[in-house]
């Protein structure tokens, strides 16, 4: 279950930003639903609470999903790895951030035999703090797919759709009074206090995203 946990939150709230040098973080509010099909059985999950925790200068990202599985209140809290992220000129002159991530097997996740994602949003120019303007999407469409190792031999397969929206107010008030890191711990610290557990212990270490 924890591996199946694993990659619904990778596939419903993945994201790699990028933009030019800028020292604040951008806060993203997330929703969607994961469908788990596998040892004889369906289940539909749907997120009560997701959020990305964005740093457009460093492309690092914590994805942070909770949802309720089974009765079970469960949290997961994922750093994104190995997303391929590219701004692509759209009609107009407008901008569009896109990311992709395909691999198989899974390098961030070993038990997921194949690990695929896609995100696509419309570049503006938004300001997350006072004094400067950031190029991001105001929304992003995520979609994911999975076939992950189930015992010895046999898979189970995950789909998942999500969407983000860019929380101006809440980027606002973050970075007023808080860095990366301690905004990434008030969420977690947040979902604690209303019943939700951790599925797994996160990843620290993150590896740079591939540039544009």
Same mark, same amino acid.
């Given at each position: 279950?924890?591996?199946?946990?694993?990659?619904?939150?990778?596939?419903?709230?993945?994201?790699? #930003?990028?933009?030019?040098?800028? #020292?604040?973080?951008?806060?993203?509010? $997330?929703?969607?639903? /994961?469908?788990?099909?596998?040892? %004889?059985?369906?289940?539909?999950?749907?997120?009560?609470?997701?959020?990305? &925790?964005?740093?457009?200068?460093?492309?690092?990202?914590?994805?942070? %999903? #909770?949802?309720?599985?089974?009765?079970?209140?469960?949290? *997961? !809290? !994922?750093?994104?790895?190995?997303?391929? !992220?590219?701004?692509? @000129?759209?009609?107009?002159?407008? $901008?569009?951030?896109?990311?992709?991530?395909?691999?198989?097997?899974?390098?961030? $996740?070993? =038990?997921?035999? &194949?690990?695929?994602?896609?995100? +696509? %949003? !419309?570049?503006? +120019? /938004?300001?997350?703090?006072?004094?400067?303007?950031?190029? +991001?999407?105001?929304?992003?469409? =995520?979609?994911?797919?999975? *076939?992950?190792?189930?015992?010895?031999?046999?898979?189970? &397969?995950?789909?998942?759709? %999500?969407?983000?929206?860019?929380?101006?107010?809440?980027?606002?008030?973050?970075?007023?009074?808080?860095?990366?890191?301690? @905004? /990434?711990?008030?969420? &977690?610290?947040?979902?604690?206090?209303?019943?939700?557990?951790?599925?797994?212990?996160?990843?620290?270490?993150?590896?740079? @995203?591939?540039?544009?």
């Amino acid at each position: 279950m924890k591996n199946l946990i694993a990659f619904s939150v990778l596939g419903l709230f993945s994201l790699n #930003a990028t933009s030019s040098l800028y #020292a604040a973080q951008a806060i993203y509010k $997330t929703s969607g639903t /994961v469908t788990l099909i596998g040892n %004889g059985a369906q289940a539909l999950i749907k997120s009560d609470f997701g959020c990305w &925790v964005v740093d457009p200068s460093t492309w690092k990202i914590t994805a942070i %999903g #909770a949802f309720t599985h089974n009765g079970k209140k469960l949290m *997961q !809290v !994922v750093e994104t790895e190995n997303y391929n !992220v590219k701004t692509i @000129a759209g009609p107009g002159g407008t $901008t569009y951030t896109s990311f992709a991530k395909g691999e198989s097997p899974s390098r961030q $996740t070993p =038990t997921l035999a &194949v690990e695929a994602a896609f995100g +696509l %949003g !419309v570049n503006s +120019l /938004v300001n997350i703090e006072s004094t400067r303007s950031v190029s +991001l999407p105001k929304s992003m469409k =995520t979609y994911g797919f999975g *076939q992950i190792k189930s015992g010895s031999s046999g898979y189970s &397969v995950s789909q998942s759709a %999500g969407r983000a929206v860019l929380d101006m107010a809440a980027s606002r008030l973050s970075n007023s009074k808080e860095t990366y890191s301690q @905004a /990434v711990d008030r969420i &977690v610290t947040f979902l604690k206090s209303k019943g939700y557990t951790e599925a797994s212990p996160r990843k620290i270490a993150l590896p740079k @995203a591939a540039k544009r």
